[in-house]
């Protein structure tokens, strides 16, 4: 089984520059996660998506941080423009459900993203 | 907030013993907790959960203990290999809505051959 595909594995850009990330969930999985995981600390939530509606974005920096998820299956994550402290790891992870119960969550790899 | 931490940053263990890795946790309503190891370069991989229901689960080689008394998690690896070398985070999930899992910091688990 294909896990949590993500792209590109590596960004390197400069302050107010603009970036987006792609993330191809587990096949069948209704719940998308996007996460931000700065160097030394536990990722933390930026966005949940059940099917291609958002459940929780209350820590996603909406000034400049946008996600979307076009039928329910790929999703996109885009940081216009970038400031220094979006350096950090992005991401996605996937899981069957994302509802009342509990349901294991399936990580990609990654992006990481630098800033200067 | 409510938040997820770890009471020692890096663990140094030799091949062959057993590791213990601490989490002190804040949230007494939090339904389930999961322990997470994230190798260099990867995303967390799900090791272990246990319900707020429960003291002790085991699985292959790893063992979860949760003290709700002292709001306590803690994960213990059985004769550690290299192939352990990881962080570890404990993790949260909060009863009553959406799964939204809170991270802690982090512990570095290093092995010694």
Redesign the interface.
């Known amino acids: 089984e294909a896990g ?1 595909a993500q792209s590109p594995r590596y960004k390197i850009i400069e302050k107010r520059q603009s970036v987006a990330f792609w993330c191809n969930p587990i096949s069948g999985h209704a719940t998308l996660y996007w996460y931000q995981q700065i160097l ?6 930026l966005i ?1 998506f ?1 099917n291609n509606g958002v ?2 974005d209350s820590q996603l920096p909406k000034d400049r941080f946008s996600a979307e998820r076009l039928k329910g299956v790929d999703s996109t994550l885009k940081i216009q423009p970038a400031k220094l402290e979006d350096s950090a790891v992005y ?1 996605c ?1 996937s ?1 069957l459900s ?13 992006t990481r993203l630098t800033v200067l | 907030g409510e938040s997820v931490g770890l009471h020692l940053p890096t663990l140094s263990v030799q091949e062959g013993d057993n590791s213990i890795i601490n989490c002190a946790y804040s949230n007494s309503a939090s339904d389930y907790f999961i322990w997470y190891k994230q190798e260099s370069g990867k995303g967390p991989q799900f090791i272990i959960d246990i319900r707020s229901n429960m003291d002790k689960r085991q699985g292959q080689r790893v063992t979860v203990l949760l003290n709700k008394t002292v709001k306590h998690l803690s994960l213990q690896i059985a004769a550690t290999q290299p192939g352990d070398s990881a962080v570890y985070f404990c993790a949260e999930i909060p009863s009553g809505g959406y799964q939204k899992v809170t991270f802690g910091t982090g512990t570095k688990l290093q092995v010694i051959p």
């Open positions: 949590v030394g600390q536990g990722p933390k939530l949940q059940q459940v929780d991401l992870a899981s994302g509802g009342f119960s509990y349901n294991e969550q399936f990580f990609g790899p990654g």
